[in-house]
T-cell receptor, first 116, second 112 residues
Framework: GAGVSQSPSNKVTEKGKDVELRCDPISGHTALYWYRQSLGQGLEFLIYFQGNSAPDKSGLPSDRFSAERTGGSVSTLTIQRTQQEDSAVYLC??????????????FGPGTRLTVL | GENVEQHPSTLSVQEGDSAVIKCTYS??????FPWYKQELGKRPQLIID?????GEKKDQRIAVTLNKTAKHFSLHITETQPEDSAVYFCAAKGGGSYIPTFGRGTSLIVHP
């Protein structure tokens, strides 16, 4: 079946502009995660959505970052007033959230954001 | 919160050798430990995982071991091949949490 998809695959923007990154999770997956991966670095957690529950925003680095998930499916990560340090690959992952909390995460291909 | 340390950051081996990557975690309540492989320019993909009720799991040339007492787990790759070259990430997920904490990754290079 179709995996997690993200768009755009690449985004180049100027400092100070706003950007929106989109994630389409696997159909039926109730959990959705956003991560940031800087060059040569690990996966930095940003935000977690589970069904209709309030999202866990504990990883968002500043109030310029926000995300929403409409209808429990598609998610959009918005970065306002982008800065050069926001340049990174933004990865989305979804999981089916089985009981016991031992879910496998399925990652999208990522959006490479470059802020000039 | 959970803290995961991963070593080494870079590992270079000859084709056919074994490779071992080690991770330690801090939260004794963690109960799920996945390993992901990320090839250059591609998405991370789960290669193997282990839950806290077992000590070892194998899948062909890869295996993962877990020592709950010492709070560390390791990835073992035998008979390495050039296509094993990638960045490998470990992660730990605490009991009651749905957000895994990732290690910083190990870049494995297998020389033919």
């Amino acid at each position: 079946g179709a995996g997690v998809s993200q768009s755009p695959s690449n985004k180049v923007t100027e400092k100070g502009k706003d950007v929106e990154l989109r994630c389409d999770p696997i159909s039926g997956h109730t959990a959705l995660y956003w991560y940031r991966q800087s060059l040569g670095q690990g996966l930095e957690f940003l935000i977690y959505f589970q069904g209709n529950s309030a999202p866990d925003k504990s990883g968002l680095p500043s109030d310029r970052f926000s995300a929403e998930r409409t209808g429990g499916s598609v998610s959009t990560l918005t970065i306002q007033r982008t800065q050069q340090e926001d340049s990174a690959v933004y990865l989305c992952a979804s999981s089916p959230r089985t009981s016991g909390g031992t879910d496998t995460q399925y990652f999208g291909p990522g959006t490479r954001l470059t802020v000039l | 919160g959970e803290n995961v340390e991963q070593h080494p950051s870079t590992l270079s081996v000859q084709e056919g050798d074994s490779a071992v990557i080690k991770c330690t975690y801090s939260d004794s309540a963690s109960n799920y430990f996945p390993w992901y492989k990320q090839e250059l320019g591609k998405r991370p993909q789960l290669i193997i995982d282990i839950r806290s009720n077992v000590g070892e799991k194998k899948d062909q040339r890869i295996a993962v071991t877990l020592n709950k007492t010492a709070k560390h787990f390791s990835l073992h790759i035998t008979e390495t091949q050039p296509e094993d070259s990638a960045v490998y990430f470990c992660a730990a997920k605490g009991g009651g949490s749905y957000i895994p904490t990732f290690g910083r990754g190990t870049s494995l290079i297998v020389h033919p």
